[in-house]
């Protein structure tokens, strides 16, 4: 049951957290880190199977090879910015945290520019000339 | 390396009995090799971190179909 692992992986870091953090905060915040990190790679197996799925689905719809690939760089992009920000603002660095939100919301929107591209040509091609 | 607990409680080992021996030098008077053995410390559990984000990076990449 990789739930309870995870869980009981929390409640290990939190106490020891909260031993390490009067003698030295540094060495907790590594802690949070690297508790973070541990979780998100059980996550990320997981997240690996479904992304076999919709690719799956993808290939059975005979939907274009590009945009399954654009949507799961942006689900991507997503993923790391929030970890990235939770990160951060752990650190105390708030301000930092909130440009990493707003660097991973260009990111996505310069990747879905083809896309949005596509979606605009197809409109101008229904306007009679 | 990932995926159990263990990392966890080398770090915290880590922290305890750098700050037991940063204390000891300090009550010493060594104040400067307190600083130092800190910051011995410190690098050996950055070097722990980095190699788990690393790690993770290289994972979120395949996973997520990142070339380049």
Sequence with gaps: MDMLQIVSLGIVASLLVVVVKEQKPSFAFFLILLTGITIFVIVIEYITEIIGLIEYLGVKANVNGMYIETILQIIGIAYIAEFGAHMVRDAGLSSVAAKIELAGKVLILVLAVPILKAVIETIIGFIPA | ?68
């Design chain 2, 1 to 68: 390396m990932l995926g159990d607990a263990s990392i966890l409680f080398q770090i915290a080992g880590i922290g305890i009995v750098v700050a037991m021996i940063h204390t000891i030098l300090k009550q010493m008077g060594k104040e400067e090799y307190a600083q130092f053995a800190s910051l011995v410390g410190f690098i050996i559990v950055l070097i722990f971190v980095i190699d788990g984000i690393s790690d993770l990076f290289q994972q979120i990449k395949s996973v997520f179909l990142f070339r380049g």
